[in-house]
């Protein structure tokens, strides 16, 4: 049994994952089914740190379980230990890893163009780890990156990559598009000029929404009307179809604009370039994420994104 030992506190890794699984599901059930246990045993354990803490981690006033002020506080603690005791596997092992699961996140963009390139780059280095992807919006990603259930993300730099391990990729850049039948002239278009379109995004949590709003902000125009769709394929299919005017990374939309179902549009000034990155928390340089972070920057880092 690993545990921590202060005085007479005794603090021990089984426990650490019992409020982490729990505070992550908000249920001591789905959490026991988590760590293959039973929910008396996940009770006892969280029972037990409250004890040893002497506070309170858990309201357990509402239908569901929520964290206290200092229980949040306390997980941020805790899942740096669980990252750490990962470390210490990753270190004990075998240099393949042999047994571990790597957990790694992309945006969609990056697993259109390139999943299978990272997947048999990872299996050529890691033949031994069962490896478990992700696909979803940058933020969703970085959130669940945080709470330990992600080992590595794929995915633009943003402000909540702050205290994290990031490697830059390469650069992504950001093109207008719509489809044939809209009436755009071959002029340069002002910011202002797509008032009166329909502008095709995806929800908030993606990046690309985020730079699109800074912008419309920054050059002091109005937002046009917004149609949301969660996927990038269907914002592309969208445009394609002539539902709008749509903001998308080159490399995705360049077989469409070749094949003369979408066209770009020259607007003034240009959507601000992304940085892709790997991103991991803090950890050693020997440990797994490391490791895939490594993978991944030479099966990506030498894409010729910056166009």
């Not at 730099?157 to 990729?169: H, M, N």
């Not at 929800?203 to 125009?221: G, M, Y």
């Not at 050693?284 to 894409?303: D, F, H, N, T």
Request: with cysteine.
């Amino acid at each position: 049994m690993l545990s921590f030992y202060s005085g007479w506190i005794v603090i021990t890794i089984k426990q650490v994952e019992a409020l982490h699984q729990v505070a992550v599901s908000r249920s001591i059930a789905a959490a026991a089914r988590k760590l293959c246990t039973t929910e008396s045993a996940v009770s006892k354990r969280l029972q037990e740190l409250e004890q040893s803490l002497n506070v309170p981690l858990f309201d357990r006033g509402g239908r569901s379980l929520a964290l206290t002020d200092t229980g949040a506080a306390i997980l941020s603690v805790a899942v740096e230990l669980l990252a750490r005791r990962d470390a210490m596997l990753d270190i004990a092992h075998s240099p393949a890893f042999e047994g571990r699961t790597f957990r790694f996140g992309m945006t969609e963009f990056i697993a259109a163009n390139w999943l299978t390139a990272l997947l048999e780059g990872i299996r050529a280095q890691y033949g031994r780890v069962a490896l478990e992807p992700r696909i979803g919006l940058t933020d969703d990603l970085l959130r669940e990156q945080a709470q330990g259930e992600l080992d590595v993300v794929i995915v633009p730099k943003s402000a909540q990559c702050a205290g994290r391990v990031v490697s830059p990729l390469f650069i992504s850049r950001n093109v207008w598009v719509c489809g044939r039948t809209l009436p755009y002239g071959p002029g340069p278009l002002r910011p202002e000029d797509l008032a009166d379109a329909s502008l095709i995004l995806q929800p908030s949590s993606s990046t690309l929404d985020t730079t699109v709003r800074q912008w419309f902000a920054e050059n002091n125009a109005p937002m046009p009307k917004l149609i949301s769709c969660n996927s990038l394929a269907g914002v592309k299919s969208l445009a394609v179809a002539g539902f709008g005017i749509v903001p998308l990374p080159h490399a995705y939309c360049q077989d469409e604009l070749k094949a003369g179902v979408l066209r770009e549009l020259v607007v003034l000034p240009p959507l601000p370039a992304r940085v892709y990155c790997t991103v991991r928390m803090p950890g050693p340089a020997a440990g797994l994420a490391a490791g895939m972070c490594q993978v991944v920057g030479r099966v990506l880092g030498r894409e010729s994104v910056n166009d």
